[in-house]
């Protein structure tokens, strides 16, 4: 087994790329969490250089300090990703793994503090160390288009959080029928059903607000 690797700071900051004196004006900031003490020695971890390597792509792509503050601090105090994932993975979706500033990527710099917390509350997020898991690439994808539209990610998070209360009473919709009828281990087999029931109905709604919209009924 490899042994966790640790750095003094001299080392931290050249590996980062970045002078010891930005790295100390980064911990009173509180962008990178403290140290291991060992007497009067700081050792920094991988996650520390990480972490700065993150801080620089972000200010990279414009973020300010203040705004990369905020999101340590909710990334630092967000629901882990054993919280995120319950009693184990999705049996149908595919939980991603970003770096914060592959999440800033997909949502166009939205990803304030606010949002990040609307996601975490919504079981959408979670975080492991100084990765961001999210539990489904399709809603991820989906989320990601509607931003790139123009839709502001805070929206999306509000109208996701609408569907999950329809969602929540169409599943125990289909469960009930399911096990009225059919035998307890049966509901697994016939999901599908109940996707493609949704899915179609959805379809022809959206078709009737479509005819709405151009005046057809």
Known sequence: MTDKREYRMAELARLAGITVRTLRFYRERKLIPPPRREGRIAWYDEH?????RTISALLERGHTLNGIAELADAFDHGRDVGDLLGLGVPTEETPVRLTPEELADHFQGQDTPENLAAAMELGYLGVDGDEVVHISRRLL?????????????????????????????????????????????DLPRLR??????????LSLALDRRLRKGFGED
């Open 192 to 201: 599908p059903l109940a996707r493609s029931v949704v899915e179609a109905e």
């Open 141 to 185: 994808d989906a989320s990601t288009a509607l931003v790139r539209e123009g839709i502001p990610l805070a929206e999306v998070l509000a109208a996701g959080r609408e569907v999950r209360v329809h969602a929540e009473s169409l599943a125990g919709l289909f469960a009930d029928l399911v096990q009225r009828h059919t035998a307890d281990n």
């Open 48 to 52: 520390h250089l990480a972490r700065l």
